[in-house]
């Protein structure tokens, strides 16, 4: 069974840089496309940045210039590297990752609080 787990979540200051982790472990073969989606408090589950096993990357508007997503196939894990962080930034960040065969898995979040 696939588990995802994200790490890297905490409380930072506006303008401070965060990196976020997502490891997924029992899989067999190569995941297809891996995806960070966060959820502020009160609004719908949104999609932050994405990449396909062949590097192909796209962003959300509102994080497009300050965060970077990248991946590590043989390891399978995922990054977020949040730079310029900003208030609106808060929210629970998840991990997805879905595989060849259309299944989609899903980590239990980490919190990202910006806040001075």
């Known amino acids: 069974q696939v588990k995802l787990v994200e790490s890297g979540g905490g409380l930072v200051q506006p303008g401070g840089s965060l990196r976020l982790s997502c490891t997924a472990s029992?899989?067999?073969?190569?995941?297809?496309?891996m995806v960070w989606y966060r959820q502020a408090p009160g609004k719908e589950r949104e999609g932050v940045a994405g990449?396909?096993?062949?590097?192909?990357?796209n962003y959300a508007e509102s994080v497009k210039g300050r965060f970077t997503v990248s991946r590590d196939n043989d390891q399978n894990r995922m990054y977020l590297q949040m730079n310029n962080l900003k208030p609106e930034d808060t929210a629970v960040y998840y991990c997805?990752?879905?595989?060849?065969?259309?299944?989609?898995?899903w980590g239990q979040g980490t919190q990202v609080t910006v806040s001075s």
């Open positions: 990449i396909t096993s062949n590097g192909k990357m």
């Open positions: 029992g899989v067999i073969g190569s995941l297809n496309v």
């Open positions: 997805q990752a879905v595989s060849w065969e259309g299944r989609d898995y």
